[in-house]
């Protein structure tokens, strides 16, 4: 049986850990070519090693989404090796506690950290969708999924900047996809509840069982869990699906 993602090139930006990782760990056992890309370049590289160790192809980029000459250079990077870029999962991002806004509230979100949010978690997704729709449009179609996030459709008290970069997302992804649906690229959104990953070790310390008790199913996701969607969402079993964000949560949305 072949895999769903057999003979296609795929591009996974925040594959250092967490959700990309896992993403990346299932596009292979899909059969994708990869290429994974991380600001942290040593985290990147274990990525890479898992992947050829579970008998996959990928190479990698370690740079900062939030520049604009970082991200064509992994993008074009990818469509040199592979000679093309069939999907694209844009997933880097960060918490509140990464820009020293733990516990803010709106009116005390300084000016640098609502911007470094906003720069990261979103400006880096418009950057991405820029390049990697350059080569989908010129190779003829292609499949995009950007992480947003329940905090995308919802206010979470003391996590403004990123509540509004995950909306953000949901706005961009919509857009983008009416705008190419025309040119066969499909572009959804995956809006994960509370995974196990890096991100959340913070909140689940300070917060974890009042977390809980919100969950339908009493527990936090596994990044494996997103990824599947995700998967799904890139590959060509989804091609009626455009322009939509699903919910991985829990059940956390429906309450
Ligand atoms: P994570 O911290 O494990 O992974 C995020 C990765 O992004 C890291 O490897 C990090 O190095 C990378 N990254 C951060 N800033 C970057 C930059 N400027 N340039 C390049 N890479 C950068 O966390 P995760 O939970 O796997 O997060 C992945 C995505 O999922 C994020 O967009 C996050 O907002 C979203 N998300 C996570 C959860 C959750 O509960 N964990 C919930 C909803 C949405």
Redesign the pocket.
């Known amino acids: 049986m072949t895999g769903m993602l057999e003979g296609k090139a795929a591009l996974i930006?925040?594959?250092?850990?967490?959700?990309?990782?896992a993403a990346a760990l299932v596009f292979a056992r899909e059969g994708a070519r990869l290429a994974v890309?991380?600001?942290?370049a040593a985290?990147v590289e274990e990525t890479v090693a898992l992947v050829n160790r579970a008998g996959g192809q990928a190479i990698s980029f370690s740079?900062?989404?939030?520049a604009g000459d970082t991200v064509r250079a992994m993008v074009d990077g990818t469509v040199a090796a592979y000679g093309r870029i069939d999907c694209a999962f844009n997933?880097?991002?960060?918490?509140p506690y990464q820009v020293a806004a733990s516990g803010h509230k709106t009116a005390d979100w300084s000016e640098d950290s609502f911007d470094r949010m906003i720069a990261?978690?979103l400006k880096?997704v418009w950057l991405c969708m820029k390049e990697e729709i350059r080569h989908m449009l010129a190779q003829g179609g292609g499949a995009v999924v950007n992480?947003?996030?329940?905090?995308g459709l919802i206010g979470l008290p003391t996590s403004s900047a990123?509540v509004a970069a995950?909306h953000g997302v949901l706005g961009l992804t919509k857009t983008a996809a009416l705008e190419y649906a025309g040119a066969k690229i499909r572009v959804n959104a995956v809006?994960?509840?509370?995974?196990?990953?890096?991100?959340?070790e913070d909140a689940m310390r300070r917060r974890g069982e009042a977390i809980m008790a919100q969950i339908p199913q009493g527990r936090?996701?596994e990044?494996e869990e997103?990824a599947e969607m995700v998967a799904w969402l890139v590959s060509d079993r989804a091609s009626y699906v455009t322009g939509a964000c699903y919910n991985v949560d829990g059940g956390w949305m429906a309450v």
Do not use: E
Request: aromatic letters at 4%; hydrophobic letters at 40%; glycine letters at 22%.
């Open positions: 930006t925040g594959a250092g850990g967490g959700i990309g990782r890309a991380d600001l942290a985290a740079g900062d989404v939030t997933n880097a991002g960060i918490a990261v978690n880096s992480t947003g996030s329940i905090a990123y995950k809006c994960p509840g509370f995974i196990k990953t890096r991100m959340t936090m996701g990044p997103i």
